[in-house]
């Protein structure tokens, strides 16, 4: 990885807390396997039942899931949003209602109280993301989807709001993903309009351009 060898004391604690760093940090990825079992022994210095400790409290608290047979993967990159994942399940539509009680109020907010520091990082990151899907690149284009909207809700400059989506944004780019891979033509919604009414400081027209494509994600599910 490396990691750092341990000290005697506290050993899973110690353990739980440096593979819980590679998660945070996107060292390992979500929806990577993390090394093996006996690779985590020689870069640790522990014994297999503290590693085995480990990875159990990891898996309980849903950061891990210990497929048998296949390795363990990366579930999510915090308690909250593991358990996040768990309620949603595979359910779509519970993910977009979600995110649209939260978006739209999140964009509201972000025409009021965003910077302009904020506004050339928005501008950047729909960029690069409306060049990905163009690419039909939507690996990218996802991640810079679900970048750009978690930028959004910082601009809200609301700690509580960010911090909640923080948690879904697994789930968000989930939820991204899955509609790209059910529907190509919806991979490239158009947020330039979000972008503009954030860039207006238009409160009314943000909100309604963020409950907009959500609605319409919404209705084709309900259609099908």
């Not at 039909?136 to 960010?162: K, T």
Request: net charge negative.
């Amino acid at each position: 990885m490396p990691l750092a060898t341990t000290r005697r004391a506290g050993l899973v604690d110690q353990v739980i807390e440096q593979m819980r760093s590679a998660i945070t940090s996107a060292e390992w990825k979500v929806g990577e396997r993390i090394p093996t079992e006996p690779e985590l022994v020689s870069a640790l210095g522990v014994g297999r039942n503290t590693v085995r400790e480990a990875v159990r409290a990891l898996s309980h608290a849903g950061l891990l899931e210990v497929r048998q047979g296949d390795g363990t993967f990366v579930r999510a990159t915090s308690e909250f949003s593991g358990a996040v994942r768990r309620l949603a399940g595979t359910e779509l539509r519970d993910v977009l209602q979600v995110r649209r009680t939260l978006e739209v109020e999140g964009a509201r907010l972000a025409a009021v109280r965003r910077t302009e520091e904020e506004l050339r990082e928005l501008t950047a990151l729909l960029d690069v993301r409306e060049k990905s899907m163009a690419a039909r690149d939507y690996e990218v284009g996802v991640d810079q989807d679900a970048a750009f909207h978690l930028a959004i809700m910082r601009c809200s400059h609301n700690p509580l709001l960010a911090e909640l989506y923080q948690g879904l944004t697994e789930v968000v780019r989930a939820s991204v993903a899955s509609t790209v891979s059910t529907a190509p033509s919806k991979a490239n919604i158009d947020h330039r309009g979000l972008l503009n009414a954030i860039r207006d400081q238009d409160a009314t027209k943000a909100a309604a351009e963020a409950r907009g494509f959500l609605d319409e994600l919404l209705a084709d599910l309900d259609a099908d």
